[in-house]
Nanobody
């Protein structure tokens, strides 16, 4: 029973902060590349940030660099996104994603998604 549940979204003023969390269950989080995506009305879903399963290397889309920080806690099976200096253009539904490419040692592609949490940045 694989499940990803996002939380922490809400309404915040420009310049404010929010911390999103994703609680995972039903799989070994440490095996997966974890990511946050977002989708605004009328726009395609975009990758916001990711963190690898091995080295913990992070990657961010240019528009959030210096403002957002992605982190993971494999023991607690959670993924987090600290969002600072929020802008109206950050308004979107944010989704948690877990990805496993598969290998000869552990065959099978895996790609899991949460239901999303709404983030609204407005005065």
């Amino acid at each position: 029973q694989v499940q990803l549940v996002e939380s922490g979204g809400g309404l915040v003023q420009p310049g404010g902060s929010l911390r999103l969390s994703c609680a995972a269950s039903g799989f070994t989080l440490s095996m997966y590349r974890m990511s946050w995506y977002r989708q605004a009305p009328g726009k395609e879903r975009e990758l916001v940030a990711s963190i690898t399963s091995t080295s913990g290397t992070t990657n961010y889309t240019d528009s959030v660099k210096g403002r957002f920080t992605i982190s993971r806690d494999n023991a607690k099976k959670t993924l987090n996104l600290q969002m600072n200096s929020l802008k109206p253009e950050d308004t979107a539904v944010y989704y948690c994603n877990a990805y496993y490419a598969g290998s000869k040692y552990r065959p099978g592609f895996r790609d899991y998604w949460g239901q999303g949490t709404q983030v609204t940045v407005s005065s």
